[in-house]
């Protein structure tokens, strides 16, 4: 059988991929196997239960719940909050595990599955693939008063509002922030949390009907987020996805500030103030080449991992480092949350701006993005990539050519016979067109070998 986790738990299409059946089965898979690991440690296990507005999300939670109350684990459902305030409470309540039913940024169609760990930190994929061994096997069922019991965790959502209100350093009077919540899972705590903080808001994307989730609006459509900062002459505005575990933001101009920038800005104000732990923010491979210049101007060094939040998170736990993300607006701040949070990000990066008095433009104008040229080059061989000697060779040749100027990546897809040739220059032209010289290469050596 294929993996069934990826990188972010199990997703697919709601009904089809992500049943209800399925649903059961691995919350009480994951409740044997963490038995097993000795992390109930002889006391009746209790979980947090949340989900994003979705509608399949009301049936798939319902049979989430049941799968771990027939495994004797006690269940507090949260109903509708953020992914981040799912892995805070199951952190803050002192929760055995958590689990979280979001697709995330993907359409309403789409729901997925994640689980937590105790302490709300993501399960490591070793017990990933236990949970997913133990699909369908024999066990022993608790009968009577071993069984678990489900309740309404009502507390939840101002437990979370209070944590991310008691992390702020500065307050945000006098800022007038838009918020685009993507009809998601932060449509009111991200609001509360800007008001209650001090700023003005204007919501966007804010009325989840179950359907609309992610439709047209969000961290991946931008579009109504710069016209609405226009338009009532906000400070800037900032966007969440479905279940707000990432943020991107937009200037008073309208322009879009990315998670690199974000990253950058949350940096150098952590280094100011003394946050920052060894002056070092965990990014990815594919984070810009401006940041990584940026962060060198100001002393900061930038420490890479692979592609995922999951690897910057790993990365950062086993150093103790206090900021990291990705470029699509995943931002980690170890020393206040256990995995990435957009309404958290999106707080602290206005009350820097609310604490120096600039304008979020003129912070992101230190973060130059260079341009980048993405390619997936399909049906390729992809795994000759690395082996490959006239590929290699190009390689070689365009990253002379760039210097200190740009910047070549090749990567595998990890699902889907593609390579990503990636290429950063200090021109647009100059990028597009040495990605197409790269691309043609892959295409053309990967293809030969493959005939």
């Known amino acids: 059988m294929a993996r069934l986790f990826g990188t972010d738990g199990v997703r697919g299409t709601a009904n089809v991929d992500i049943t209800a059946e399925l649903a059961l089965d691995l919350a009480s898979a994951a409740a044997r196997v963490l038995a097993e690991h000795g992390t109930f440690e002889g006391h009746r296990p209790r979980a947090i239960v949340g989900r994003d507005p979705r509608a399949s999300g009301e049936f798939l939670s319902a049979a989430t719940s049941a ?31 958590g689990a979280m039913l979001s697709a995330s940024h993907n359409p309403m169609p789409d729901n997925g599955i994640k689980f937590f760990a105790r302490g709300g930190h993501k399960l490591p994929d070793e017990v990933e693939d236990e949970i997913q061994a133990s699909l369908g096997a024999d066990w022993e069922r608790p009968v009577g008063a071993a069984v678990g019991r489900i309740q309404d965790y009502s507390d939840g959502a101002e437990r979370y509002l209070a944590h991310l209100l008691t992390s702020l350093p500065h307050r945000l009077d006098g800022l007038h922030v838009v918020i685009d919540a993507a009809h998601g899972a932060a449509s009111e705590v991200g609001r509360q949390a800007f008001r209650r903080s001090g700023a003005h808001v204007t919501l966007i994307g804010g009325e989840p009907d179950g359907l609309n989730i992610n439709d047209g609006h969000g961290s991946t459509h931008l579009e109504p987020l710069q016209a609405a900062v226009v338009e009532h002459g906000a400070d800037f505005g900032v966007a969440f996805d479905g279940d707000a575990d990432r943020c991107l933001a937009v200037d008073h101009t309208g322009a879009v500030v990315d998670g690199d920038q974000i990253m950058g800005i949350l940096a150098i104000a952590m280094k100011e103030t003394g946050r920052l732990h060894r002056d070092t923010l965990v990014a990815t491979v594919m984070s810009n080449l401006g940041l990584i210049q940026a962060m060198e101007r100001h002393g900061i060094r930038v420490v ?124 647009a032209e100059r990028a597009q067109q040495q990605a197409d010289r790269l691309a043609g290469v892959v295409r053309q050596r990967l293809a030969l070998q493959r005939a």
């Open 67 to 97: 799968g771990l109350a027939s495994a004797g684990v006690d269940v507090s459902d949260v109903g509708v909050l953020p992914t981040p305030a799912v892995a805070y409470l199951t952190k803050a309540t002192g929760a055995d595990f």
């Open 304 to 427: 890479r991992t692979a592609v995922g939040d999951r690897y910057v998170l790993e990365e950062m736990r086993l150093r103790g480092y206090a900021l990291g993300g990705e470029q699509s607006g995943h931002v980690i701040m170890l020393g206040v949350g256990t995995t990435g949070d957009g309404v958290l990000t999106a707080l602290h990066l206005a009350a820097w701006v609310a604490q120096t008095r600039r304008r979020l433009a003129d912070l992101a104008a230190g973060i130059a993005r260079l341009p980048q040229v993405l390619i997936n080059v399909k049906d390729v061989d992809k795994d000759a990539v690395d082996d490959d000697p006239a590929v290699q060779a190009e390689v070689a040749a365009v990253t002379a050519e760039l210097g200190s100027a740009g910047r070549v990546l090749l990567r595998k897809s990890g699902t889907e016979p593609v390579v990503r040739v990636m290429v950063e220059a200090d021109t």
